[in-house]
């Protein structure tokens, strides 16, 4: 049986009393009352609607989150019909409402209640959120046929990993599951954080439907510089599953639901060790591969995670084997032979050499040394027709690069089209000779759905588009492509140095990493916004434009005498050098820093492992002090009792000896 749906459509009646949900279909009503905080569902003769000094429409709940002061509900305002897969409309939520419960609660003069409604919005507004109110996103079509759905609800079958909105959700679901009477279940959502696409595409005359998803885990969630590596429980950051899905209708003549469905399946993630990589301003961040009592328990718990849900593993992985990189590979392969995991493959690629100066045909090098396991793992196939005629996908490959993000889209688009070529020979639409290259229609479609994917799970990760992606557009490296890359990449220097700090508490905020009432770190909130960086630190940047702008003055601006400006420009470019100087010397302390789940013992981590050249801390300062000041104060009263409760948790957090509390 299919799940049973969820309410698409409400009527939102707004008053000082309540927040009263009415949907368009059914007779259940969600009241939230606003000063008690009591959650009550009716039916719509047993509500008591008055008072209303605002009615709208509604598309769904996304949850109920605390922040400082008073709760709020987020709900989806607008959204947008993206298509349709196996009979059921995909959406994207496309704008939000954020309403406090509070009703005498003004955020805009509370400076840290409005700075943390800040972030939720701009985590809203900067993600991809998609959802269905009849289908089951956020689980692979080989997982919702393995198990019986049986009229369950959505929320009930939802992969837990990628129900983005669970912790916004808890309240719902804990009534949900406590008084199932009540019938609260209807009003949950699950919102999947990933990419979706699907289109509409011929091969010899025939139409098939060729669908991208990628669902990308809540656990360890966050931006490039401030998530890495594994936790103490083996969720990785940056973990996304990629699932390309084939329908195909055995005669077109026949209408209605299409009778094959060709499911591959693929993961990515950060290289499960306790590692990370230190801004200071530099282009290249300073490495630091931790080695902790717990670096193999949590590998092996990640491995084994993989193995239970998708069964044999082949980890390919894409790191440099010299230069910067190297530390994290020997540690990697290190960890890898010691633990010796059963059903896990390694397969190291060196991609930069292999395919430098352009080469970037010889990714094939890559699938042959795979093709073995791709074969053997195989595929999803479901024909509707014939039941009995059902084929399961026994293996992953799960491929990591650095960041997760170029080199492994380039590999992962690769091996998808080697499996596109192998399920379109076995439902016999290509010979065993063909090859999908040789039907330029259906390769646009398929090369642009993998460089869109490419770029917004970059986007959500390092905040620019992916690079490389030229390749996966034309199957071509370009000139033009470089010239792309450069630019994403200083795009990607100035965002992960001076703006991921808020978008890293957003993560944070919006997954339950971190809440302003039970957090023990929630005094923190009357530091948001604070800048308690030393006056000469906060001064330089000021002096560097004052500097600039003088020398430019001096350069441009009309002149009442002979007078000579050689000392003018010697004072302000002396001052500009002086400024910048100090500026790269002391690089931590300009670092735009989370502040929710503070960094600092990370940062100042001196223990065994791999720690490369230490730079950006400053002249006649301990290692991190500066940043430490800046994030946690260095006056007493709060800032000491911050400094007191903060320290000991955020390391053990960062490094591994305190599981997250999470909502399961």
């Known amino acids: 049986m299919a799940p049973n749906s969820v309410y698409n459509h409400f009527s939102l009646y707004v008053s000082r009393p309540a927040y009263t949900f009415v949907p368009t279909e059914g007779d259940r009503c969600l009241v939230l009352h606003r000063e008690s905080g009591e959650i009550q569902v009716g039916t719509k003769h047993q509500i008591n609607i008055s008072n209303v000094t605002l009615k709208k429409e509604v598309f769904g709940i996304i949850g109920i989150i605390s922040l400082a002061i008073t709760d709020y509900v987020v709900v989806i305002s607008s959204r947008e019909l993206v298509g349709?897969?196996?009979?059921?409309?995909?959406?994207?939520?496309?704008?939000?409402?954020?309403?406090?419960?509070?009703?005498?609660?003004?955020?805009?003069?509370?400076?840290?209640?409005?700075?943390?409604?800040?972030?939720l919005r701009n985590h809203l507004a900067n993600g991809l959120f998609w959802f269905s109110y009849t289908w089951d996103l956020t689980r692979r079509l080989q997982a919702q046929w393995s198990e019986n759905s049986d009229g369950k609800l959505l929320w009930e079958l939802a992969d837990d990993r990628f129900f983005w909105n669970k912790f916004l959700q808890s309240r719902l679901i804990d009534i949900a599951v406590a008084d199932p009477e009540k019938k609260i279940g209807p009003f949950v959502l699950p919102i999947l954080y990933g990419t979706f696409d699907i289109r509409q595409t011929t091969i010899k005359d025939r139409k098939v439907q060729l669908c991208l998803i990628s669902r990308r885990s809540r656990y360890r969630a966050g931006t490039r510089y401030f998530r890495r590596g594994v936790d103490p429980l083996g969720h990785v950051a940056n973990f996304n599953e990629t699932e390309q899905i084939l329908v195909v209708d055995r005669n077109e003549l026949q209408g209605g639901v299409s009778n094959i469905r060709l499911s591959f399946v693929q993961v990515r993630g950060s290289v499960p060790l306790f590692w990370a990589e230190i801004n200071n301003l530099r282009y290249k961040p300073e490495l630091q591969v931790m080695e902790l009592p717990d670096s193999e328990n949590a590998m092996r718990k990640h491995l084994q995670e993989l193995v239970k849900i998708y069964g044999d593993q082949d980890?390919?992985?894409?790191?440099?084997?010299?230069?910067?990189?190297?530390?994290?590979?020997?540690?990697?392969?290190?960890?890898?032979?010691?633990?010796?995991?059963?059903?896990?493959?390694?397969?190291?690629?060196?991609?930069?050499?292999?395919?430098?100066?352009?080469?970037?045909?010889?990714?094939?090098?890559?699938?042959?040394?795979?093709?073995?396991?791709?074969?053997?793992?195989?595929?999803?196939?479901?024909?509707?027709?014939?039941p009995d005629m059902v084929r399961l996908q026994s293996g992953t490959i799960r491929t990591n690069c650095m960041d997760n993000l170029d080199r492994t889209n380039v590999a992962q688009s690769a091996i998808a089209k080697w499996m596109l070529n192998r399920q379109l020979r076995d439902i016999n639409l290509l010979q065993e000779h063909e090859s999908v290259d040789s039907y330029p229609d259906f390769m646009h479609q398929f090369r642009n759905m993998w460089a869109d994917h490419a770029d917004n799970i970059s986007k959500a990760y390092s905040g620019t588009g992916a690079l490389k992606t030229d390749f996966t557009r034309t199957g071509q490296r370009s000139y033009m492509g470089y010239v792309e890359d450069g630019a994403n990449s200083v795009m990607r220097y100035l965002k992960n140095n001076f703006f991921d700090g808020p978008r890293q508490d957003g993560f944070d905020l919006f997954t339950g990493n971190w809440s302003p009432r039970t957090d023990e770190t929630a005094p923190t909130a009357v530091l948001l916004g604070v800048d308690t960086r030393p006056l000469f630190i906060r001064t330089m940047p000021s002096l560097a434009y004052l500097s600039l702008f003088m020398i430019c003055a001096g350069l441009t601006l009309p002149r009442s005498s002979d007078y000579s400006l050689k000392y003018w420009f010697i004072l302000w470019c002396t001052l500009f050098i002086i400024a910048l100087l100090f500026i790269g010397v002391h690089g931590i302390a300009y670092v735009s820093w989370p502040r929710l789940v503070p960094l600092t013992d990370l940062i100042n981590y001196s223990g065994p492992g791999y720690i490369g050249k230490r730079r950006g801390r400053g002249l006649g300062f301990g290692p991190g002090k500066v940043i430490s000041d800046s994030l946690m104060g260095t006056k007493g009263g709060v800032a000491a009792a911050i400094r007191k409760r903060v320290l000991a948790p955020s390391q053990e957090i960062e490094l591994g000896t305190l599981e997250k509390k999470r909502v399961d």
């Open 84 to 119: 349709s897969l196996l009979g059921h409309d995909i959406y994207r939520a496309t704008k939000f409402d954020v309403l406090p419960m509070n009703p005498d609660v003004e955020p805009e003069v509370i400076p840290f209640e409005y700075h943390m409604l800040g972030l």
């Open 315 to 386: 980890i390919v992985n894409l790191v440099n084997h010299k230069g910067h990189e190297q530390p994290l590979k020997e540690a990697f392969e290190a960890h890898f032979q010691k633990l010796n995991p059963p059903r896990v493959r390694y397969e190291y690629f060196d991609f930069h050499t292999e395919c430098s100066r352009m080469r970037w045909d010889r990714i094939s090098l890559l699938l042959d040394s795979i093709e073995e396991d791709l074969i053997r793992n195989g595929y999803f196939y479901e024909d509707v027709e014939r």
